[in-house]
């Protein structure tokens, strides 16, 4: 069982260049979603789908952008790189409900220069 | 003021310390709390769930005082392995997460 799986692990992008953060889940969850953690802070949420072609704003939503055509796959955008967005982003999964744990890829580590 | 705050540590204590986190959070609509575990250069993994009668996981205790919007995490006998950052997880609402920065535990020999 593969869980939360992310693509690239690392990746290094010059300034206003643009990628695709992929991330898909084989544990049939409804949610999904992406954060970014910044050197010694907590996770902060960009972008969350709670089922297919359904996508919605996090805390931290500017310079991306995030489609959900499946259950299974959750890919976030990047258009327009900018070294503030040098950070490691992880994607989760999840069941609807309160108290429903997240489950989280190992994370990309992303550099822009 | 932040929505979750943690102490930042970092802890260091000897092999079978007894060491105790602190949480508080701002947001009275709070639905539900976690502590998730995130190693270094990891990712976070739920240690575990905090309900509002307080539950015990082996060496682990959690407590929710609503009323002071705080959350604790107890750790007995504190062993090597246990050396991670711990995170305060809550939710706001609808799923949505807000993660504290975390606090670093190191258990030393």
């Known amino acids: 069982n593969a869980g939360v799986t992310q693509t690239p692990k690392f990746r290094i992008l010059k300034i206003g260049q643009s990628m695709t953060l992929q991330c898909t889940q084989d544990?049939?969850?409804?949610?999904m979603y992406w954060y970014r953690q910044d050197p010694g802070m907590g996770l902060k949420l960009i972008y969350y789908?709670?089922?297919?072609?359904?996508?919605d704003k996090g805390e931290v939503p500017n310079g991306y952008n995030v489609s959900r055509s499946t259950t299974e796959d959750f890919p976030l955008r990047l258009e327009l790189a900018a070294p503030s967005q040098t950070s490691v982003y992880f994607c989760?999964?999840?069941?609807?409900?309160?108290?429903?744990?997240?489950?989280f890829g190992d994370g990309t580590r992303l550099s822009i220069l | 003021r932040k929505e979750v705050e943690q102490d930042p540590g970092p802890f260091n204590v000897p092999e079978g310390a007894t060491v105790a986190f602190n949480c508080t959070y701002s947001?009275?609509?709070?639905?539900?709390f976690f502590w998730y575990r995130q190693d270094c250069r990891k990712e976070p993994k739920l240690l575990m769930s905090?309900?509002?009668s307080g539950n015990e996981d082996g060496r682990f205790t959690a407590q929710l005082n609503r009323a002071s919007q705080y959350i604790s995490l107890l750790i007995r006998d504190s062993k090597l392995s246990d050396s991670a950052t711990y995170l305060c997880?809550?939710?706001?609402?609808?799923?949505?997460?807000?993660f504290g920065a975390g606090t670093r535990l190191t258990v030393k020999p």
């Open positions: 789908s709670v089922g297919a072609g359904i996508t």
């Open positions: 989760a999964s999840s069941y609807p409900g309160t108290y429903q744990p997240q489950h």
């Open positions: 544990m049939n969850h409804n949610y």
């Open positions: 997880v809550v939710n706001i609402g609808s799923n949505d997460m807000r």
């Open positions: 905090v309900y509002s």
């Open positions: 947001n009275s609509a709070s639905q539900s």
